[in-house]
């Protein structure tokens, strides 16, 4: 009696053991799985980096193909060099290392700012670009004999080669011409007017520097001959006659401007051209056409 309850007991050991076997044997299979899913979602988050580090190499360098400016083609090779060192790192870095796989995933979202900052800035500068080719186009269309003196800065403005600081030129808007009869009243035929006045807004403009300006008005006749002030100034490695000089204090706000051309010659019938420069620059272009 006493061996079958010995018997029994021991078969039920076994079983007892046995079945913890097997559930310590499925509990390690369960451990094995999950660490593999882990290992898996590791290595998938890894090479969601590595394609995230190599697309902004890749927008590096296809940013350096679109400006001709040295400095700030310095900079973006400074960063592509910066996103390879990371990339490199990564591509060392196990799935499993935990501490590193997240220093460089708060490296990437550096870049990441980093990246979107030179994005925007390269967006800004190639709008104001064109919008800079678009009015020298006009130009050029309004003012074909002068051509051959302006096309170098036409060259200027399509370019941010030379400096980026092109943002801070000064605009000449809002031109308004007008011909004044000896009364001082409006002028339509050529042979009444004994005046011209020219007014325009120098615009706002917070990165230009402050400071006193010389603006110089060009008034061209209809032969291409420009209505003489008795004076010059230097454009383009060469000096252009004035009509009109006016000194301003510029403060970066929109200033008001209003010069005047007292007529001394015979006038002839036609389109008059009035050009606009300060800085070495042309800022502004209108005309008026009278009758005789």
Excluded: C, H
Excluded at 127 to 133: G, P, Q
């Amino acid at each position: 009696m006493n061996r079958k309850i010995i018997f029994v007991v021991l078969v039920v050991i076994l079983i007892a053991l046995a079945g913890g076997v097997l559930y310590l044997i499925n509990s390690l299979k369960e451990q094995v799985r999950e660490n593999e899913q882990m290992l898996e979602l590791a290595e998938m988050d890894k090479l969601e980096m590595q394609n995230e580090y190599q697309n902004f190499a890749r927008q590096y360098e296809e940013m350096k193909m679109q400006i001709n400016n040295d400095s700030l083609m310095a900079q973006l090779e400074v960063q592509e060099k910066r996103t390879q060192e990371l990339l490199e790192e990564l591509r060392r870095t196990k799935a499993n290392d935990a501490a590193e796989i997240t220093r460089l995933k708060k490296e990437l979202a550096t870049m990441r700012e980093v990246l979107r900052s030179y994005v925007l800035q390269i967006d800004s500068l190639n709008r104001l670009n064109t919008e800079l080719t678009t009015q020298n186009e006009d130009l050029r269309r309004s003012n074909e004999e002068q051509q051959q003196q302006i096309s170098n800065l036409a060259s200027e403005k399509e370019s941010l080669s030379d400096k980026v600081a092109i943002a801070s030129q000064l605009d000449a808007t809002a031109i308004s011409i007008q011909a004044k009869n000896k009364k001082g009243k409006p002028a339509k035929k050529i042979g009444d007017v004994k005046k011209f006045q020219i007014s325009f807004n120098i615009a706002r403009n917070v990165t230009a520097a402050a400071g006193n300006r010389s603006i110089y008005v060009r008034i061209l006749k209809p032969t291409g001959e420009v209505l003489a002030g008795g004076g010059s100034f230097p454009f383009e490695n060469r000096n252009l006659e004035y009509s009109i000089r006016k000194d301003i204090e510029y403060t970066g706000e929109e200033t008001p401007v209003t010069v005047y051309w007292d007529v001394a010659e015979m006038l002839v019938a036609g389109q008059y051209r009035v050009q606009i420069f300060a800085d070495g620059k042309n800022i502004g272009n209108s005309s008026i056409n009278f009758d005789k």
